[in-house]
């Protein structure tokens, strides 16, 4: 498909066209099912395009295979056609993917400063008010907690967004599902504004459109099973209809009579092969256009991208502190409550007092590691938005990743902190330094899993089962239920797989190297308990190097699943 892009001779004024696009998948039943089948049209700059029809009778498909975004490569597959004008489209899918805690204003100038210079941002500000934005300019967009913009409002700063970057393309799903008929209205006039004064071609699907959304539409498409039954402007579409034995009946609105015509699910419909069929013969879109392609979309270079990334990810991190709050005090109960039960423990040089010493440094390891799964659901939260603005290209993995791996660190640094100070000094363990900083590279590592499996995994609740029984398994091969040399051979591995049995190994190796003397029968100093728990060999410098290893391990692995399965195509 992306090949035969190229075989479409480019228009001059800018126009979008598409010619026999066919899309076919893999059908147990049947063997192969057509969701598309040979669609074409044709939409100029200024244009707005309505692509309606039944439910299922494939319009977001349609717009998908527009926007490149169907994978036709997949084993059992086929997509055929040709697409011309669409490099420099923008798509708005259908689920709204903003940031909740910026405003309006800020949502724009973030997508500006993405794009780079002072003509972006001079964009955004006059797309506030061509798209009716301007009295909610300093409104959050809005979260699960705090009530931001009205459906209707979110809908048109989406399509804001994409305009900043000057698309030539507007690929729009199901602008109005959803909002009253006056606020459909209103999206669908603005939307038509836009697409005159910047000459955007403008494809949307809708459902039922009101007389007045239908007088805002240039060209209509009607979809039945995949294929095209009509497409052309209001005056034809009467025409063709009489021309195929089903002329609209004065008394029906033209829309709601053609989708009761078409639709097959229901009884009433009209002929719906002979209407294809009749189209087909007289169908437009097929014909060739002349002219250059779009030049590419224009972006800011790397270190802008990544240092807007970083503040947008920080303001995030302070208007809704809610999840770095909760994790904070759920650290902070749990180390007091360490703290008081094992308070003074490092005074005594008893058995007693080692034992104490080990199942705290154990259960700091393994267990304030693994509440690290808190993480999951937020990573998952912010995937929409990452793989909208990555396929509609504000910006790359990369710096994606970098950012978030730089907007977690001032949060994991106050967990470690906290727990280091209400669990070392209440019971007076050594070394409070190195315990903090393993702490810290240990929290850092847990998040890149956690970012790992959350872009692994379909459903949070199967991310989180995922982690419980990886961190489950790691605890168990760390060296505390049994030392690594009394690990059967073949779990070896796991010792060394577990991140967490070198978190433990630094903080045995800080407690336990400073105490020269021993009152216990085992045990006469420190060298003995880490050589009784096999880790008379604890080098703390290599061991810190294996953990930032598997920080950027799982960073890079968080990179690559982002690369390869985040694309938004399907
Ligand atoms: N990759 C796919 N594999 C299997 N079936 C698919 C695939 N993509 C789409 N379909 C099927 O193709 C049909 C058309 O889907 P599509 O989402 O394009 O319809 P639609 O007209 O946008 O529907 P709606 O108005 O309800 O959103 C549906 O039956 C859908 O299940």
């Known amino acids: 498909m992306s090949d035969s892009r190229v075989d479409v001779e480019q228009p001059s004024s800018w126009e979008v066209r598409w010619k026999g696009l066919t899309f076919k998948v893999p059908d147990k039943t049947n063997g192969q099912k057509t969701i598309l089948d040979d669609c074409s049209g044709a939409v100029r700059g200024g244009q707005v395009c309505g692509v309606l029809g ?37 798509y708005v899918q259908q689920e709204e993917a903003l940031v909740g805690v910026l405003t309006t204003k800020e949502t724009l100038h973030t997508a500006a400063a993405l794009v780079g210079g002072a003509a972006a941002r001079q964009r955004a500000d006059a797309l506030l008010d061509e798209l009716g934005l301007t009295s909610c300019a300093d409104v959050i967009v809005g979260t699960i907690l705090l009530k931001g913009l009205s459906g209707g409002q979110k809908r048109r700063l989406s399509i804001a967004v ?10 729009l799903d199901e602008p109005t599902s959803g909002l009253d008929s006056a606020s459909a209205l209103a999206v669908l006039e603005k939307v038509k504004a836009v697409a005159s004064s910047s000459a955007v071609a403008v494809v949307l699907t809708l459902h039922q459109p009101s007389h007045a959304a239908w007088q805002t539409l240039d060209r209509v498409s009607f979809m039945a099973r995949g294929r095209v039954c009509y497409f052309g402007d209001d005056a034809g579409l009467k025409t063709f209809l009489a021309s195929a034995d089903s002329p609209v009946p004065g008394n029906r609105d033209v829309a709601e009579y053609v989708l009761s015509l078409t639709n097959e699910d229901f009884p009433g419909h009209g002929d719906v092969d002979s209407i294809v069929a009749k189209f087909r013969e007289t169908r437009e879109g097929d ?12 972006r800011a270079g790397f270190l802008t991208r990544f240092a807007v990334l970083c503040g947008r990810g920080f303001r995030e991190l302070i208007r809704d502190p809610g999840v770095i709050m909760v994790r904070l005090a759920m650290y902070a109960m749990l180390s007091a409550l360490i703290g008081a039960m ?32 808190a993480v999951l659901p937020f990573v998952m939260l912010q995937r929409d938005v990452f793989v909208k603005e990555r396929m509609n290209g504000h910006y790359g993995v990369m710096e994606y990743v970098l950012a978030r791996f730089v907007v977690a660190v001032p ?23 190195i315990y903090g900083l393993d702490l810290f590279v240990s929290l850092l590592v847990a998040e890149g899993f956690m970012s790992l499996v959350a872009a692994c995994v379909p459903h949070y609740i199967i991310g989180i089962a995922l982690a419980a029984g990886i961190f489950g398994f790691h605890m168990l091969c760390e060296g505390f239920f049994k030392v690594k040399s009394e690990i059967p051979d073949y779990l070896k591995w796991g010792y060394y797989i577990a991140f967490h049995s070198y978190t433990f190994r630094i903080f045995m190796h800080n407690e336990f190297n400073p105490i020269n003397n021993l009152d216990c029968k085992p045990f006469c100093d420190g060298e003995e308990v880490l050589r009784f728990y096999d880790m008379g060999d604890v080098d703390v410098a290599a061991d810190f190097g294996v953990l930032i290893g ?18 938004g195509r399907r």
């Open 54 to 90: 039944p439910s299922g009778s494939g319009k977001t498909t349609l717009l998908d295979a527009l926007a490149g975004r169907i994978d036709g490569s997949r084993k059992g597959r086929v997509l055929e056609g040709d697409i011309a004008g669409c490099e420099r489209c923008a």
């Open 162 to 171: 994409e305009l900043v970057a000057e698309p030539k393309t507007l690929l």
């Open 287 to 298: 014909g060739v256009v002349e002219g250059s392609a779009a030049p590419p979309r224009r």
């Open 342 to 373: 094992y308070a003074n423990v490092g005074d005594d040089k008893d058995q007693e007092s080692v034992v104490a010493r080990v199942s705290v440094l154990f259960y700091v390891a393994a267990f304030m590691v693994f509440m690290s799964v």
């Open 411 to 433: 949060g994991v640094a106050l967990l470690a902190i906290v727990t280091t100070l209400l669990v070392v000094f209440p019971a007076k363990l050594n070394g409070p330094v």
């Open 550 to 567: 598997f920080a950027v391990f799982f960073q890079l692995c968080f990179a690559v699943v982002l690369y390869k399965f985040h694309t």
